[in-house]
């Protein structure tokens, strides 16, 4: 069982910066994907970023080029950094991991963009 805890999150006015953290309760294999989602008041869970060892980061369209996604294997732990948060990046940001049987979850991490 494989335990997520995220840190990071916070209000931001927009134009602002944040660094999210993900530290996993165990060594997780670089083959598996780790990354984030993230979910709106209102709306479904999606995908932000994610990262596996021998592959490009994959974004999703609204953040490329604003975030970036990155991983310390031997500190068991992802990131994201997020720059120029706009308001539509309020959400609740949630780290995964994706192991050949199952999907892990953290509980999120609240990041509120707002002036």
């Known amino acids: 069982q494989v335990q997520l805890v995220e840190s990071g999150g916070d209000w931001v006015r927009p134009g602002g910066s944040l660094r999210l953290s993900c530290t996993a309760s165990q060594t997780i294999y670089s083959g598996y994907a780790m990354g984030w989602y993230r979910q709106a008041p209102g709306k479904e869970r999606g995908l932000v970023a994610t990262l596996r060892a021998g592959r490009d980061p994959t974004y999703a369209g609204s953040v490329q080029g604003r975030f970036t996604i990155s991983r310390d294997n031997a500190k068991k732990s992802v990131y994201l950094q997020m720059n120029s948060l706009k308001p539509e990046d309020t959400a609740v940001y949630y780290c995964?991991?994706?192991?050949?049987?199952?999907?892990?979850w953290g509980q999120g991490t609240r990041v509120t963009v707002s002036s």
């Open positions: 995964y991991v994706k192991t050949d049987s199952r999907e892990y």
